[in-house]
């Protein structure tokens, strides 16, 4: 029997990132990876590792210093400010730690941003959205306002503006940072639904190792450096299992 190969959605070669100011610092040190389609990749290490680097990077949110980074076999050193944009816009969900919703837009505006920017119609507007705060189970809290949210809603909402544009690749940088043991659980819960039902591909940083569990595969970043590299078994982290934060 044939075995079917995936496509890969990222390849990074030879990857390093320094910054100049105020002193010079590698935080990414020759990194070689690849992300295929449908993965759930978990880039986990301490403080300092080099892990928001490395998604910031693969987001296209930043260029490395030297080497190159593939998206979908395109080389996106030979590509414009306008094309790296499209790239974001269509292919690529950004969920943040620090949820980055607008504090003047209520629930729905937020989610509905991105596709007022890609200029979809009125009425698909309302059903995706619709649709999405339904998914995340924040349809009744549509009219609120985020600082009428606690933090877990505030992450749904992220997430759900993150996939407005229905992107085949999400990226997380710290999603549960700032969240509670119960939400985390929670929003953990959901990522990886959407990875298991909509065949998303998922890149996640995160300090915490029962977070890191629910990839498929855990690279172990360190001085800017990859580590270690496990495949996994995903599975979903126990209440108890994720430390308490304040928050949520």
């Known amino acids: 029997m044939s075995v079917q190969k995936l496509n890969k959605i990222f390849k990074l070669a030879g990857i390093t990132k320094e910054y100049v100011k105020p002193s010079s610092i590698q935080a990414l040190k020759g990194i070689d990876l690849e992300v295929s389609e449908g993965e759930f990749v978990s880039i986990i290490g301490p403080s300092g590792s080099g892990k928001s680097t490395f998604l910031h990077l693969l987001g296209c949110l930043d260029k490395p210093s030297k080497g190159e980074i593939y998206i979908d076999g395109i080389k996106t050193s030979d590509l ?3 094309e790296l944009s499209i790239i974001r816009r269509d292919k690529i969900g950004f969920v943040f730690q620090a949820f980055n919703l607008a504090a003047t837009l209520n629930v729905f505006q937020n989610v509905e941003l991105p596709l007022l920017i890609s200029e979809v ?14 998914h995340v189970n924040l349809f009744d809290k549509k009219d609120h306002f985020p ?7 505030k992450q749904r909402v992220a997430i759900a503006r993150a996939l407005a544009n229905n992107p085949p690749v999400l990226l997380a940088d710290e999603p549960t940072g700032n969240l509670d043991s119960k939400n985390s659980k929670d929003i953990m819960d959901l990522i990886r639904g959407l990875w298991l039902n909509q065949g998303l591909t998922v890149v996640l940083i995160t300090h915490e190792p029962v977070v890191a569990a629910y990839g498929t595969r855990m690279i172990y970043l360190r001085d800017g450096k990859v580590e270690k590299e496990v495949k996994n078994k995903p599975r979903t982290a126990s209440i108890d299992g994720i430390k308490e934060k304040k928050g949520g």
């Not at 600082?147 to 809603?153: D, M």
């Open 80 to 82: 414009g400010d306008n």
């Open 121 to 134: 119609g009125a009425g698909e507007r309302r059903e995706r959205v619709e649709i999405l705060l339904k």
């Open 147 to 153: 600082s009428q949210l606690s933090g877990g809603e």
